[in-house]
């Protein structure tokens, strides 16, 4: 089966459903972004939200690709057509899970630097996406450059936490370094799958605090 890594045949199916609930959960950090935004006005909660946003998409248009490889391989067709269409699929769903979370990080990544401008940002995106396309494994190459923003975040939210001592942002902390822990498991699920699957459950962890912050963050 095509997917991000290499993901066991037998833990395929699961996959799509992790993936599906990624999407939504992630969704749903985007929309409480928003919320805070509109009560407070900070530019953080909007580039928060516009970035889990991306995620949500990624993770959709991935499970959605992904399900259609599953269609096509219980189709009764020419072998060598089917071979083509589950590549193209597979490939699809790859690039576009890449970028969309490479933009979604770097928006995260653009909270914690001043100034915050589209030069940057496009910078960022640009020196990001470029070696995913010109290089020669653009999965582990996607990994650590993703793994490297993460490490950055997670690095910003620990300093944050450090000078204010908020409980909310040890839980984004905490979520951000599960999600580099996942990064981490994921590049080593080129030689063991099963990294693959125990990457899963921290990403499902950590999106799981995030939603759980900003929802007390929103009742406060």
């Not at 996959?15 to 530019?43: G, H």
């Not at 970028?99 to 909270?111: A, C, E, R, S």
Request: glycine residues 4%; positive net charge.
């Amino acid at each position: 089966m095509v997917s991000l890594g290499f993901c066991p045949n037998w833990f395929f199916h699961q996959s799509i459903i992790f993936e599906l609930a990624f999407a939504i959960i992630t969704l749903f950090v985007a929309l409480y972004s928003f919320k805070i935004y509109k009560a407070s006005r900070e530019k953080s909660a909007i580039l928060f939200g516009m970035a889990f946003l991306l995620f949500s998409a990624s993770y959709f248009v991935q499970s959605i690709l992904n399900i259609g490889i599953l269609f096509e391989l219980s189709q009764n067709v020419d072998i060598l057509q089917q071979v083509s269409q589950v590549f193209n699929l597979g490939l699809n769903a790859l690039y576009t899970h890449m970028i969309f979370m490479l933009l979604g990080l770097i928006l995260i990544t653009l909270i914690s630097l001043k100034p915050r401008n589209i030069k940057i940002f496009l910078l960022l995106a640009l020196v990001s996406i470029l070696p995913i396309y010109l290089g020669k494994d653009p999965i582990y190459t996607f990994f650590i450059i993703s793994s490297t923003y993460l490490l950055f975040i997670s690095h910003h939210y620990l300093k944050n936490y450090l000078e204010k001592k908020q409980f909310n942002t040890l839980l984004v902390f905490v979520a951000f370094l599960l999600l580099f822990l996942s990064d981490v498991h994921f590049i080593f699920s080129i030689n063991h799958s099963l990294f693959y699957v125990i990457g899963h459950f921290f990403e499902l962890a950590s999106y799981v605090l995030i939603l759980l912050n900003l929802i007390m963050v929103f009742k406060k």
